[in-house]
């Protein structure tokens, strides 16, 4: 039966859309299997027929389940939410969820994607200060939404697809030596997040792709 056989992710150790999946697969226990897409070696592996194949978007993640494929991690998400069993990552109370989903979109559609690889390999030397700014900007929106909706997560004190996609953009913030003090709702609950054990194991650092130097 097809869905019985373990799911397959192919994604990338750094890349914040698999860690986001990666961290919904370990809230839900659910055991998988990865298959690497190195997204610099060779210009970048997903650009190869064969993963083309996978995902015509030519983007991880791009998840093999239950006899289908599936791209884009909300998406991902949202499928596993409604077919295994574990705790919701969607609240069943309508404004909560409309919430959680408000939360997830801004980052995935409005933060992540202006200062994704794609994007900053256009800009060169500018990279840097291209991601900073548009993470800022999305900060500056993200931190007065969080201050309304936050309790121990962002949305209350129940975990939600909104805290899969907080930690990764936190992530990418920090690599980009953006000012996390200014935003001390966002940084509380990040420290909060990866104190979790989900988040955790599906740290860039501990994955099966992870280089040796960036291991932890």
Same mark, same amino acid.
């Given at each position: 039966?097809?869905?019985?056989?373990?799911?397959?992710?192919?994604?990338?150790?750094?890349?914040?859309?698999?860690?986001?999946?990666?961290?919904?697969?370990?809230?839900?226990?659910?055991?998988?299997?990865?298959?690497a897409v190195n997204l610099i070696q060779d210009g970048g592996q997903q650009h190869t027929q064969q993963f083309?194949?996978?995902?015509?978007?030519?983007?991880?993640?791009?998840?093999?389940?239950?006899?289908?494929?599936?791209?884009?991690?909300? *998406?991902?998400?949202?499928?596993?939410?409604?077919?295994?069993?574990?705790?919701?990552?969607?609240?069943?109370?309508?404004?909560?969820?409309?919430?959680?989903?408000?939360?997830?979109?801004?980052? *995935? &559609?409005?933060?992540?994607?202006?200062?994704?690889?794609?994007?900053?390999?256009?800009?060169?030397?500018?990279?840097?200060?291209?991601?900073?700014?548009?993470?800022?900007?999305?900060?500056?929106?993200?931190?007065?939404?969080?201050?309304?909706?936050?309790?121990?997560?962002?949305?209350?004190?129940?975990?939600?697809?909104?805290?899969?996609?907080?930690?990764?953009?936190?992530?990418? *913030?920090?690599?980009?030596?953006?000012?996390?003090?200014?935003?001390?709702?966002?940084?509380?609950?990040?420290?909060?997040?990866?104190?979790?054990? *989900?988040?955790?194991?599906?740290?860039? &650092?501990?994955?099966?792709?992870?280089?040796?130097?960036?291991?932890?």
């Open positions: 039966m097809a869905a019985q056989t373990k799911p397959i992710l192919y994604g990338y150790f750094r890349s914040s859309c698999s860690w986001r999946v990666r961290i919904a697969f370990a809230l839900k226990g659910i055991e998988y299997d990865q298959i083309e194949s996978i995902n015509p978007m030519k983007q991880v993640p791009a998840v093999k389940i239950d006899g289908i494929t599936l791209c884009q991690s909300l *998406a991902v998400i949202q499928y596993i939410d409604e077919t295994r069993p574990g705790p919701r990552l969607l609240p069943a109370e309508p404004k909560t969820r409309a919430q959680v989903r408000m939360i997830s979109d801004l980052i *995935a &559609s409005g933060i992540q994607p202006v200062q994704n690889l794609a994007v900053l390999q256009k800009k060169g030397s500018e990279k840097e200060q291209w991601a900073q700014h548009f993470i800022n900007q999305g900060f500056q929106a993200l931190e007065p939404i969080l201050k309304e909706t936050a309790g121990k997560y962002c949305v209350g004190d129940e975990i939600s697809m909104a805290d899969t996609c907080l930690v990764p953009q936190v992530y990418n *913030a920090e690599r980009f030596n953006v000012d996390m003090e200014q935003f001390p709702t966002i940084k509380r609950l990040n420290q909060t997040l990866l104190e979790m054990e *989900a988040f955790k194991v599906s740290h860039p &650092s501990r994955q099966p792709d992870t280089p040796p130097e960036l291991r932890a």
